[in-house]
Nanobody
């Protein structure tokens, strides 16, 4: 059983920064890719960023490229999402997820966290 717990969300002004964390239980964290997704009110959940098992490969949705950075610390079983230059349209509940493979990009995730709210005021 894998448990993912996100933290770091909150209210920030446009142009500000937040860093989300996702702590994972289980001894196999370092074997799997991880991802971040988000869901805004009234919209479908969308892919944001992904990272491979060792951090060597990362991928982003076009709307966050150059502003968000995904990283991981396998010694701490934690994945991060550094969000800079935040925009009002980044407002959403952010979820981390464990991939089924060593790198899953925007699909093939099997475990999900409960989400953390990010609100960007304009």
């Amino acid at each position: 059983q894998v448990t993912l717990v996100e933290s770091g969300g909150g209210l920030v002004q446009a142009g500000g920064s937040l860093r989300l964390s996702c702590a994972a239980s289980g001894r196999t964290f370092s074997s799997y890719g991880m991802g971040w997704f988000r869901q805004a009110p009234g919209k479908e959940r969308e892919f944001v960023a992904a990272i491979s098992w060792n951090g060597g490969i990362t991928g982003y949705v076009d709307s966050v490229k150059g502003r968000f950075t995904i990283s991981r610390d396998n010694a701490k079983n934690t994945v991060y999402l550094q969000m800079n230059s935040l925009k009002h349209e980044d407002t959403a509940v952010y979820y981390c997820a464990r991939g089924k493979y060593s790198y899953s990009y925007n699909r093939d995730y099997d475990y999900w966290g409960q989400g953390t709210q990010v609100t960007v005021s304009s």
